[in-house]
């Protein structure tokens, strides 16, 4: 038996648009055994370190707080060593409404690290992650992984169960243990359905039948359908609509046997009832944010919604999620095949056939009767072929829905995406614009500049500098003329003069065109550099090609 502890240090991300993880949350897993880092504190801070030329982003999730959940793993030695167990480590981006979206995922065996050598091993991680969504390049978890040997005894001893810590002592929590899930139809079998709902009558609403009906056969049920819808759903009222549908056609051929239930996803009890009300919901509700919701949520890992799940002896055996009201489309002979193929049920209707026909098998026989039967079993024969070819021609027209949908899907993501790169392209518009305007407010100021002819030639004077259609104006402080003017498309270069020519501030620095080197001097070092900055980001930019000579005519003393 060992203590495994799991800290997070940080995720780093490499992602194919501008998408910003919110939100973040680790799962660490194995069956049902779950952690999520959002039940230990907050979740970590996104900081973006740099974007490529191929428009990848990247950058860094860090924990601001301490994130280390533990849990109690019980590891099989046998002769060759341990026996692997694997254990997952998702990362999660959770919407406001609690809706999880896998970004990336990675299992990793505790056998490689674990050692009874030791009594506690540290190992730092960089574990890669395998992306789950197409705008993920890359993920990598970095945490320190603490193994810590506890003690070895027999498998079958009662305190050699491994059990697993829901929250941190460290955050005054209580520690919530539960049995290791490697056998999950033993657990399984210990959580009852019908016995919670049963328990738990005040959290039901029963607005198309008696309470009294709703409970009276619920024990006895062999499926029990639950709905997961709320308000917030764009496609609520089509759902509820189906479900209406739906449950009208159960009610039909299944009346003891089949139970649906709504499970309302909803923030409060008045959004469940103006459901009920708007929609004439038919089938029990169970209201939202009660004690036996929270129960079911939890129990079945419900994280999104809409969402439909058919339990068999409270066990999953089927499942649909998204397109919940598909089920609308189904008819009353659909319905019949769809429940007995999940409960191994029969309707009404069916089970009477059955009981004919296993009384006539016991009658005494005549030829007559011979006959009548014969006729009777092949009359029975081509409706078994016929419901064999409907339920083939539902699959085919199924699989048709699902590959339109597919496509539409698709359609969907392409026009998602070119709208992202659209915005993306926009945004880089706007930070241009947003540098160029920076580089020409650094390009207007006072600096002195040498020289080149008449009666005081080389001599240093001082002109203000400002920049006006790609061209770099100076002008006579004295006079306001403007005494020439730079062209920025025609600069060739611009750097700092050299050591042995530097003045005492190191400041001084010269632009060439062609024709003409100027130079200037600016107030100190860090004047200059910004000034060099800013010419070459607008040099950069120029797309102009213009032919001047670089200089203006008439210049008296520059």
Same mark, same amino acid.
Request: glycine share 4%.
């Given at each position: 038996?060992?203590?495994?502890?799991?800290?997070?240090?940080?995720?780093?991300?490499?992602?194919?648009?501008?998408?910003?993880?919110?939100?973040?949350?680790? &799962?660490w897993s194995r069956h049902k055994r779950i952690a999520d880092s959002l039940k230990y504190g907050d979740p970590p801070i996104w900081n973006k370190s740099g974007e490529g030329d191929n428009g990848y982003i990247a950058g860094r999730c860090?924990?601001?707080?301490?994130?280390?959940?533990?849990?109690?793993?019980?590891?099989?030695?046998? &002769?060759?060593?341990?026996?692997?167990?694997?254990?997952?480590?998702?990362?999660?981006?959770?919407?406001?409404?609690?809706?999880?979206?896998?970004?990336?995922?990675?299992?990793?065996?505790?056998?490689?690290?674990?050692?009874?050598?030791?009594?506690?091993?540290?190992?730092?991680?960089?574990?890669?992650?395998?992306?789950?969504?197409?705008?993920?390049?890359?993920?990598?978890?970095?945490?320190?992984?603490?193994?810590?040997?506890?003690?070895?005894?027999?498998?079958?001893?009662?305190?050699?169960?491994?059990?697993?810590?829901?929250?941190?002592?460290?955050?005054?929590?209580?520690?919530?243990?539960?049995?290791?899930?490697?056998?999950?139809?033993?657990?399984?079998?210990?959580?009852?359905?019908?016995?919670?709902?049963?328990?738990?009558?005040?959290?039901?609403?029963?607005?198309?039948?008696?309470?009294?009906?709703?409970?009276?056969?619920?024990?006895?049920?062999?499926?029990?359908?639950?709905?997961?819808?709320?308000?917030?759903?764009? &496609?609520?009222?089509?759902?509820?609509?189906?479900?209406?549908?739906?449950?009208?056609?159960?009610?039909?051929?299944?009346?003891?046997?089949?139970?649906?239930?709504?499970?309302?996803?909803?923030?409060?009890?008045?959004?469940?009832?103006?459901?009920?009300?708007?929609?004439?919901?038919?089938?029990?509700?169970?209201?939202?944010?009660?004690?036996?919701?929270?129960?079911?949520?939890?129990?079945?890992?419900?994280?999104?919604?809409?969402?439909?799940?058919?339990?068999?002896?409270?066990?999953?055996?089927?499942?649909?999620?998204?397109?919940?009201?598909?089920?609308?489309?189904?008819?009353?002979?659909?319905?019949?095949?769809?429940?007995?193929?999940?409960?191994?049920?029969? %309707?009404?209707?069916?089970?009477?056939? %059955?009981?004919?026909?296993?009384?006539?098998?016991?009658?005494?026989?005549?030829?007559?009767?011979?006959?009548?039967?014969?006729?009777?079993?092949?009359?029975?024969?081509?409706?078994?072929?016929?419901?064999?070819?409907?339920?083939?021609?539902?699959?085919?027209?199924?699989?048709?829905?699902?590959?339109?949908?597919?496509?539409?899907?698709?359609?969907?993501?392409?026009?998602?995406?070119?709208?992202?790169?659209?915005?993306?392209?926009?945004?880089?518009?706007?930070?241009?614009?947003?540098?160029?305007?920076?580089?020409?407010?650094?390009?207007?100021?006072?600096?002195?500049?040498?020289?080149?002819?008449?009666?005081?030639?080389?001599?240093?004077?001082?002109?203000?500098?400002?920049?006006?259609?790609?061209?770099?104006?100076?002008?006579?402080?004295?006079?306001?003329?403007?005494?020439?003017?730079?062209?920025?498309?025609?600069?060739?270069?611009? %750097?700092?003069?050299?050591?042995?020519?530097?003045?005492?501030?190191?400041?001084?620095?010269?632009?060439?065109?062609?024709?003409?080197?100027?130079?200037?001097?600016?107030?100190?070092?860090?004047?200059?550099?910004?000034?060099?900055?800013?010419?070459?980001?607008?040099?950069?930019?120029?797309?102009?090609?213009?032919?001047?000579?670089?200089?203006?005519?008439?210049?008296?003393?520059?």
């Amino acid at each position: 038996k060992f203590r495994v502890c799991s800290s997070y240090k940080s995720i780093d991300f490499e992602f194919q648009n501008s998408f910003a993880p919110e939100n973040v949350n680790v &799962k660490w897993s194995r069956h049902k055994r779950i952690a999520d880092s959002l039940k230990y504190g907050d979740p970590p801070i996104w900081n973006k370190s740099g974007e490529g030329d191929n428009g990848y982003i990247a950058g860094r999730c860090n924990f601001k707080n301490q994130i280390d959940p533990e849990m109690q793993v019980t590891l099989h030695k046998g &002769k060759k060593g341990f026996q692997t167990k694997v254990y997952r480590y998702s990362i999660e981006s959770v919407s406001e409404n609690g809706n999880a979206v896998t970004l990336a995922n990675a299992d990793i065996d505790l056998t490689v690290y674990a050692d009874i050598k030791d009594d506690t091993q540290y190992h730092y991680l960089a574990v890669e992650m395998k992306p789950k969504q197409k705008f993920v390049i890359s993920a990598t978890l970095n945490l320190k992984l603490t193994l810590e040997f506890i003690k070895t005894a027999n498998s079958k001893d009662a305190d050699m169960v491994s059990t697993f810590s829901k929250d941190s002592d460290s955050m005054g929590r209580s520690m919530n243990s539960i049995c290791d899930i490697d056998n999950e139809m033993t657990i399984e079998s210990k959580f009852s359905l019908a016995h919670q709902i049963q328990q738990n009558r005040d959290d039901v609403i029963s607005p198309g039948a008696s309470s009294t009906d709703v409970f009276k056969f619920l024990t006895g049920c062999k499926l029990i359908i639950l709905v997961f819808d709320g308000r917030w759903i764009e &496609k609520s009222l089509k759902i509820v609509q189906a479900l209406n549908h739906f449950y009208s056609q159960v009610r039909m051929h299944f009346v003891t046997s089949v139970e649906v239930f709504y499970v309302s996803m909803d923030k409060d009890e008045n959004a469940l009832l103006e459901t009920i009300e708007r929609s004439s919901l038919k089938c029990p509700a169970i209201k939202p944010q009660c004690h036996l919701s929270s129960v079911i949520t939890q129990h079945y890992e419900i994280t999104k919604a809409p969402y439909m799940l058919v339990l068999s002896d409270s066990r999953v055996v089927s499942e649909i999620s998204g397109d919940v009201e598909i089920i609308s489309t189904l008819e009353g002979k659909e319905v019949t095949r769809m429940i007995e193929k999940w409960g191994n049920i029969m %309707s009404r209707s069916e089970s009477n056939v %059955s009981i004919v026909s296993l009384s006539m098998l016991h009658a005494p026989v005549s030829s007559s009767k011979v006959k009548d039967r014969t006729v009777e079993m092949l009359k029975e024969k081509e409706a078994v072929i016929h419901n064999l070819e409907s339920e083939k021609l539902f699959l085919s027209n199924s699989n048709t829905e699902l590959e339109d949908e597919v496509t539409k899907l698709n359609d969907k993501l392409v026009r998602q995406t070119s709208l992202i790169d659209q915005q993306f392209k926009k945004e880089r518009k706007l930070t241009q614009e947003s540098k160029l305007l920076e580089a020409e407010r650094d390009i207007r100021g006072t600096l002195m500049k040498r020289g080149v002819r008449g009666a005081t030639g080389r001599l240093w004077r001082s002109r203000f500098f400002q920049y006006e259609d790609q061209k770099i104006l100076y002008i006579d402080p004295k006079t306001n003329q403007t005494r020439g003017f730079i062209s920025v498309p025609e600069i060739i270069s611009i %750097s700092s003069f050299p050591n042995p020519q530097q003045d005492k501030n190191n400041a001084s620095f010269s632009i060439t065109v062609p024709g003409r080197t100027y130079e200037v001097q600016a107030r100190d070092h860090i004047h200059m550099q910004t000034w060099i900055a800013a010419v070459r980001y607008l040099m950069e930019q120029s797309t102009q090609q213009v032919s001047i000579r670089g200089i203006i005519g008439g210049e008296k003393d520059d």
